[in-house]
């Protein structure tokens, strides 16, 4: 017992020293908050700064070089790849796939919003953590695998088509499929089927900004509004839908800057007509032209950039 109170005596002083150290490193880091800053985001930033900004800096830097017959990088600066974009052709590669971007985040928009509001309003918790899996559960597979199986469920033998036969409106079918411009063979090698698949890959991205921004908008205001008179159109004309507008914009950041950049449904769904990400990837797969291939980058992130401060007014950032 007298050795065990000795070891107890011997200890204390080492306690009291790592207490007195650590109370002296609590003390220098409250003292300078902007030390404990650096720290926990030193990493983070030098990351951002070197791998994700610096490489942007590059491709920009890039898209300025010229390119020999041979395909090999003329690291000489010139305006002539800005110069090809601004050819008819490239023209219209940006104005359909911008159109196509909108398009489907107005499409997105559309559909998100009931459900995200009766997830905010009605669902019971148990009601709106099953939504929560239904809208996630897309996005537990394969991205490559929906597409594909988007493919096969529009083409010209498969169930979309069956469907239509079965119920005796192939004449629907084919009178949409001769629609100019969004018509096709089939389906599968138009622009509507392009647009039905960019709907459900990303529709995820726009029911979920909008939930939280209406989850936001407090009862109060909604019970002030209908005691002052107002019909329930109205409470959601003037309060419901100015409130939440932040988290549309905020959903539709995601789903119209990853229809701007994508390529794979393009490649898959598309005909000849080529989008930005198409573009991009033959340029650099089989011209091996990457400073033009950089340079057809820099018009999403241009764009993107305006849209994003447009956004930012807009209070879209304080839904995310």
């Known amino acids: 017992m007298a050795r065990v109170d000795a070891a107890v005596t011997n200890g204390e002083p080492q306690v009291r020293a790592r207490r007195t150290r650590g109370n ?34 590059l491709l920009v830097l890039q898209s300025f070089f010229g390119s020999d017959s041979s395909g090999l990088v003329v690291r000489t600066l010139t305006l002539a790849n800005y110069i090809e974009l601004s050819h008819a052709a ?18 997105c928009a559309v559909l998100a919003y009931p459900l995200a509001y009766y997830m905010a309003r009605y669902a019971s918790h148990r009601m709106k953590g099953v939504l929560y899996v239904l809208v996630l559960l897309p996005l ?45 063979p089939s389906l599968s090698v138009s622009f509507l089927g392009m647009w039905l698949v960019f709907v459900y890959v990303w529709l995820p991205y726009m029911v979920l900004p909008i939930e939280a921004s209406l989850e936001r908008v407090p009862e109060s205001l909604l019970d002030a509004s209908s005691d002052l008179g107002a019909r329930p159109s109205g409470t959601f004309r003037r309060v419901t839908f100015p409130l939440a507008l932040p988290g549309v914009i905020a959903g539709s ?3 119209f800057s990853l229809t701007l950049g994508d390529f794979v449904v393009p490649y898959s769904l598309g005909n000849s007509a080529y989008f930005i990400g198409q573009a991009v990837l033959s340029l650099q797969s089989t011209a091996f032209n990457f400073p033009l291939a950089a340079a057809f980058t820099v018009v999403p992130m241009i764009v993107m950039g305006i849209y994003l401060l447009g956004s930012k007014r807009m209070g879209a950032f304080d839904a995310l």
Do not use: C
């Not at 219209?92 to 489907?104: E, H, P």
């Not at 929906?146 to 088509?161: F, H, N, P």
């Open 140 to 184: 537990w597979s394969s991205y490559l695998v929906r597409v594909y199986a988007w493919r096969l469920i529009l083409a010209k033998e498969g169930i979309t088509s069956w469907i239509f036969s079965e119920l005796n409106l192939d004449w629907l079918l084919q009178g949409v499929l001769h629609l100019p411009v969004i018509g096709g």
């Open 253 to 255: 950041i995601f789903t």
């Open 24 to 57: 002296r490193i609590s003390t220098f880091l409250y003292r300078r908050p902007r030390l404990v800053l650096l720290l926990l985001l030193g990493i983070p930033l030098l990351w951002l700064v070197a791998v994700y900004l610096g490489s942007l800096s």
């Open 90 to 107: 490239n023209i219209d590669i940006f104005v359909r796939t911008i159109l196509m971007a909108a398009a489907v985040t107005l499409a």
